[in-house]
């Protein structure tokens, strides 16, 4: 084998060069935690076929777990705390009253509000709210750590305790002696809060948010297929997720140095054949500067498109660096550096596997057709014409075989497909500057 006649200066720039395009790429990769889709109940599916990359649980809608978060909340029972001190200061008070009532009516005064005070008494507006919210009854404490139940209709309201004493027979004659008598009929229960939310806390993890669990490769929703509710479930559960596996760091970060591993190979393996195959290409640093940075540039492309236009990794011109690469470095090359493309580009398409047989099929009828390069413009126009039909008719094959239907084709996608075989007749003016710039020689300027 012959050795290469590389200066350590030489090496360490090519190893740049692919260090560069490696970070490009990583760059422009959709990261896995990064949920790339937009969708709309009722609306269709504009992407591609959608797989779950891994399992995860499905969770209720939002109002769904409102009701369910209501139900219980309306279990609990409303808590009150009686506070005694309200009735000791009313006795402070009521011995004023002794000569006014007299002793008889006096002390059934003192024993009936004794009474009302140990039964409990709400303020106006949370007797209201208590009947309003539908509860049967109530828990009060005493101060103690023990609850004791009561019926809603057993705790009176301070107007319910003021009119039941006006109408006591009695005493009823000689109360309009005592002045201020609201003083001694006041609220002695207060509605714990802080309970009732630590009680509805506890109950609320009983509640499952999630009904099922999708398991990895499990199809979730097609191109074209309407969003319906269940799917739309799945989809927001699916994106949850995401966001969830995103903040385990760890996670994250393994994720990272996978790809740029990944992407790593792919990119070294177009050195890798240079070096076992074209020694001259790698020790000529434009001819292998031309190689990587045109795939890289594809692949730019190709995120940005499918980033900005639904479809638009169809649109970006692949082929263009297969004609170049091809009149330049030869079909080999050109078809290896083409599948290299084709792979970093399908993990980038939503639908990975359907534009990763689209491209290959494509890609290798440019290079039957260009058999050892481009030698005159005649065949760079055969080149389009055979690109124009073979993707629309790939692409609608493949559908065919998965769905049995060509009625969920796009015909955005189709147009896509004529523009970018056009698109491949910018080949010749890119060929046309790499030769001024490079000084590269070929058979169409030859001609």
């Known amino acids: 084998m012959k050795k290469t006649n590389l200066s350590a200066r030489q090496i360490v720039v090519r190893v740049l060069i692919v260090a560069v395009a490696v970070a490009l790429i990583d760059y422009v990769f959709p990261h896995h935690d990064t949920f790339r889709y937009e969708y709309e109940l009722g609306k269709p599916w504009r992407y591609g076929l959608l797989t779950a990359n891994y399992d995860f649980p499905v969770y209720h809608n939002d109002s769904v777990i409102q009701q369910m978060e209501d139900s219980v909340r309306r279990q609990i029972s409303p808590i009150y705390v009686q506070d005694t001190s309200v009735l000791a200061s009313v006795l402070r008070k009521l011995p004023k009253e002794h000569y006014v009532l007299g002793p008889d009516a006096y002390d059934h005064l003192e024993s009936t509000l004794r009474q009302f005070y140990a039964q409990g008494i709400l303020t106006n507006p949370e007797k209201k709210r208590l009947l309003a919210e539908g509860y049967d009854h109530g828990r009060v404490s005493s101060g103690s750590y023990q609850l004791f139940s009561r019926n809603a209709e057993d705790l009176l309201s301070e107007k319910q305790v003021y009119d039941s004493l006006r109408s006591d027979t009695t005493f009823s004659s000689a109360l309009h002696y005592v002045q201020n008598m609201q003083d001694y009929v006041q609220a002695n229960l207060v509605r714990d809060t802080a309970s009732m939310n630590r009680e509805y806390q506890e109950a609320r993890k009983s509640i499952s948010t999630s009904y099922r669990v999708i398991v990895a490769e499990t199809r979730i929703i097609d191109q074209g297929q309407i969003v319906d509710a269940k799917t739309k479930d799945v989809l927001d559960s699916y994106r949850r997720a995401q966001e969830e596996r995103r903040a385990d760091s760890n996670s994250t970060l393994m994720m990272q140095i996978g790809q740029i591993l990944l992407i790593s190979l792919f990119v070294g393996s177009m050195l890798g054949f240079l070096f076992f195959f074209r020694k001259w290409h790698l020790e000529k640093q434009s001819y292998m500067f031309v190689a990587i940075g045109m795939v890289t540039l594809m692949v730019v492309l190709t995120?940005?498109?499918?980033?900005?236009?639904?479809?638009?990794?169809?649109?970006?011109?692949?082929?263009?660096?297969?004609?170049?690469?091809?009149?330049?470095?030869?079909?080999?090359?050109?078809?290896?550096?083409?599948?290299?493309?084709?792979?970093?580009?399908?993990?980038?398409?939503?639908?990975?596997?359907?534009?990763?047989?689209?491209?290959?099929?494509?890609?290798?009828?440019?290079?039957?057709?260009?058999?050892?390069?481009?030698?005159?413009?005649?065949?760079?126009?055969?080149?389009?014409?055979?690109?124009?039909?073979?993707?629309?008719?790939?692409?609608?094959?493949?559908?065919?075989?998965?769905?049995?239907?060509?009625?969920?084709?796009?015909?955005?996608?189709?147009?896509?497909?004529?523009?970018?075989?056009?698109?491949?007749?910018?080949?010749?003016?890119?060929?046309?500057?790499?030769?001024?710039?490079?000084?590269?020689?070929?058979?169409?300027?030859?001609?």
Request: hydrophobic fraction near 55%; proline fraction near 3%.
């Open 303 to 447: 995120a940005f498109a499918s980033h900005h236009l639904i479809g638009g990794v169809y649109l970006v011109p692949i082929g263009v660096t297969t004609i170049v690469l091809s009149t330049f470095h030869g079909s080999r090359t050109a078809y290896w550096c083409h599948m290299v493309m084709v792979l970093l580009c399908s993990f980038i398409a939503p639908s990975h596997f359907e534009y990763l047989i689209v491209q290959s099929v494509v890609g290798i009828i440019i290079i039957f057709n260009l058999n050892d390069g481009m030698n005159d413009r005649g065949q760079l126009l055969r080149v389009c014409l055979f690109a124009f039909f073979a993707y629309p008719l790939v692409y609608c094959a493949y559908t065919l075989a998965n769905e049995g239907t060509l009625e969920n084709v796009p015909v955005l996608t189709l147009i896509l497909m004529a523009c970018n075989a056009v698109l491949l007749m910018m080949s010749y003016l890119i060929i046309y500057a790499l030769e001024r710039l490079f000084g590269f020689v070929s058979g169409v300027t030859l001609v």
